[in-house]
């Protein structure tokens, strides 16, 4: 089966710059995650997708970030404007159920300068 | 969530079994262990998880205490491939919320 599939692999930008992150999950896995990890630490829950409802969106930073996912497959994660400190890889994962194991796509990874 | 706590690094030599310990002093009756791995420059990766029972499969071996506090992960023939990042997390297994990660043990595997 395909993996989580995720572009663009690197992005540079500009402060106060927008950039968007794609997201195409593994066929009929219903639930879909995106992680924000800072170099060092672990990664952290942006937001949480069941088919194409917000589950829990309490870390992300709803003044510059938005996420949607559209007809429940494919998703979207948008920074507008971005700071320094949003530099970070940005993982997207799904999984068949909630309580299922996770599976990773390989991250886009951020830096804003 | 029940916290768990991790050593921050771990060494081991190639071919040698790598036991990675978790305390997970709090956990709750329904709450289940997780353990994910994450090689540089790649999304974590599943491993295994278990309720109260040992778990076994390809990869790993899960250790849970009979108390439940604290739990090992075996990598019974460990390759210089295993050299990762290992996360322990704890969760509701019905939670219907994500898994949070920490900061996990950096396990380096040596020639």
């Known amino acids: 089966e395909a993996g989580v599939a995720q572009s663009p692999r690197y992005k540079i930008i500009e402060k106060r710059q927008s950039v968007a992150f794609w997201c195409n999950p593994i066929s009929g896995h219903a639930t879909l995650y995106w992680y924000q990890q800072i170099l060092g630490q672990g990664p952290k829950l942006l937001i949480q997708f069941q088919n194409n409802g917000v589950v829990d969106d309490s870390q992300l930073p709803k003044d510059r970030f938005s996420a949607e996912r559209l007809k429940g497959v494919d998703s979207t994660l948008k920074i507008q404007p971005a700071k320094l400190e949003d530099s970070a890889v940005y993982l997207c994962?799904?999984?068949?159920?909630?309580?299922?194991?996770?599976?990773f796509g390989s991250g886009t990874r951020l830096t804003v300068v | 969530d029940a916290k768990t706590t991790q050593p921050p690094s771990m060494d081991c030599a190639e071919g040698r079994a790598a036991n990675l310990p978790c305390n997970h002093s709090t956990i709750s009756g329904n709450e289940y262990v997780y353990w994910y791995r994450q090689i540089h420059s790649q999304g974590p990766q599943y491993i295994i998880h278990?309720?109260?029972n040992n778990e076994t499969n390809e990869m790993a071996s899960l250790i849970i205490t009979e108390d439940r506090k604290s739990s090992t992960l075996i990598l019974p023939h460990a390759t210089l491939r295993d050299t990762a990042v290992y996360y322990c997390i704890v969760r509701v297994g019905d939670s219907g919320y994500a898994l949070n990660f920490g900061k996990g043990t950096s396990l380096l595997v040596t020639p």
């Open positions: 994962a799904s999984s068949l159920r909630v309580n299922y194991g996770y599976t």
């Open positions: 278990g309720l109260k």
